[in-house]
């Protein structure tokens, strides 16, 4: 696996708008470097993300893109 400082800016210039690190304990975290409505937060988007690893991530982050797109949709 690469370099975390390289993960880290793949993974932000996939995401935008979302700011990626790493715990001391090695979890990974993400969070929105913008604000969601409470709609939002009601509806499932969150603030920030929490997984084990680099893949678990992704798949959180997918899951909030796919929020993120449908609601642009309506």
């Not at 690469?2 to 090695?26: N, Q």
């Not at 979890?27 to 499932?44: E, I, K, P, V």
């Amino acid at each position: 696996m690469g370099d975390f400082e390289d993960l880290k800016a793949i993974i932000e210039a996939e995401y935008p708008g979302w700011l990626v690190w790493r715990s001391d304990a090695g979890r990974w975290y993400a969070t929105r470097s913008g604000d969601l409505t409470d709609a939002q937060l009601q509806a499932g988007f969150a603030m920030t993300l929490a997984a084990d690893d680099e893949p678990g991530l992704r798949e959180l982050l997918i899951d909030q893109a796919r929020k993120d797109t449908e609601e642009r949709e309506g």
